[in-house]
Nanobody, 116 residues
Framework: QVQLVESGGGLVQPGGSLRLSCVVSGTFLRFYEMGWYRRTPGKQRELVASYTTGGVREYGDSAKGRFTVFRDDAKNAVNLQMNSLKPEDTGVYYC??????????WGQGTQVTVSS
């Protein structure tokens, strides 16, 4: 059974940093495409960052220059380093992994709140 467990969310002041982690069990992460999504108040779920099996990273416009997505094969995890956080980054962040034509899994979400 594949499970995704996110951690690292919390309350941070504007300008601060957080690192989100998504640990995957039940399968090998390197075989999956990966992404971090978020749902912010009043908006639909949006892609924050993605990481392909080929190591290509892509970012949503709001994340470019501030966030970095990377994979930790030793921990079978995909992480999201978030710097220079803004109040509009507040929301629930979800980890997603999928394979073309195959299975797809979501984490339970972790709350990020950016406020002074």
């Amino acid at each position: 059974q594949v499970q995704l467990v996110e951690s690292g969310g919390g309350l941070v002041q504007p300008g601060g940093s957080l690192r989100l982690s998504c640990v995957v069990s039940g399968t090998f992460l390197r075989f999956y495409e990966m992404g971090w999504y978020r749902r912010t108040p009043g908006k639909q779920r949006e892609l924050v960052a993605s990481y392909t099996t080929g190591g290509v990273r892509e970012y949503g416009d709001s994340a470019k220059g501030r966030f970095t997505v990377f994979r930790d094969d030793a921990k079978n995890a995909v992480n999201l380093q978030m710097n220079s956080l803004k109040p509009e980054d507040t929301g629930v962040y979800y980890c997603n992994v999928w394979r073309p034509g195959g299975d797809e899994y979501w984490g339970q979400g972790t709350q990020v709140t950016v406020s002074s």
